[in-house]
């Protein structure tokens, strides 16, 4: 008989894997050559990455409530705002114009997927904001929890997706 551990501890121990492997790549020992310019660079892209991503691995792991379709909800909107958040990181320090292009898709539709989980739950939506088209690399990232830019603007295709 197999023990399966919760989902909140696999989201524990991913998150914690995701933080010590970045922690192990910015500790490299000192007798090595130092890191390329290029990698240098990368630096701040990789810093807000890792944050983005440890967030939603913090904010996934929820406390189970007895509800599966709530606990469904809470697990995969942190999801969604990870992706969102990797994606703004993209759009500030990226410069491939097709991967701006994916990563701006990814904002909208993340975004519009947040907002029918909570219209099928019965939950309020948070006011509308317009989506980044591009994110000036000027601009500090979103530290906020949920983002909720453009759901107005996309409810007629989330209806479809609803069915209604």
């Known amino acids: 008989?197999?023990?399966?551990l919760p989902i909140r501890?696999?989201?524990?121990?991913?998150?914690?894997?995701?933080?010590?492997?970045?922690?192990f790549a910015q500790d490299a020992p000192a007798s090595q050559a130092p890191a390329s310019p290029a990698?240098?660079?990368?630096?701040?892209?990789l810093t807000e990455n890792d944050?983005?991503?440890t967030k939603m691995m913090?904010?996934?792991?929820?406390?189970?409530?007895?509800?599966?379709?709530?606990?469904f909800v809470e697990m995969m909107i942190p999801h969604h705002q990870g992706a969102i958040d990797m994606a703004q990181a993209y759009?500030?320090?990226?410069?491939?114009?097709?991967?701006?292009?994916?990563?701006q898709e990814i904002i909208v539709d993340q975004q519009q997927e947040i907002a029918a989980?909570?219209?099928?739950?019965?939950?309020?939506?948070?006011?509308?904001?317009?989506?980044?088209t591009q994110v000036d690399p000027n601009t500090p990232p979103?530290?906020?929890?949920?983002?909720s830019s453009s759901m107005s603007s996309g409810m007629s295709m989330m209806n479809m997706k609803m069915g209604n």
């Open 58 to 71: 913090n904010d996934m792991a929820v406390k189970p409530t007895g509800n599966v379709d709530r606990d």
């Open 91 to 103: 759009l500030r320090y990226g410069t491939n114009e097709q991967l701006k292009r994916i990563a």
């Open 117 to 132: 989980m909570r219209l099928a739950l019965g939950d309020p939506l948070p006011p509308s904001t317009a989506a980044p």
């Open 1 to 4: 008989m197999s023990k399966s």
């Open 39 to 45: 990698i240098q660079a990368e630096a701040p892209y």
């Open 51 to 53: 944050a983005a991503m």
């Open 142 to 147: 979103i530290s906020s929890g949920q983002n």
């Open 9 to 23: 501890n696999l989201a524990i121990i991913a998150a914690t894997l995701s933080s010590t492997t970045f922690a």
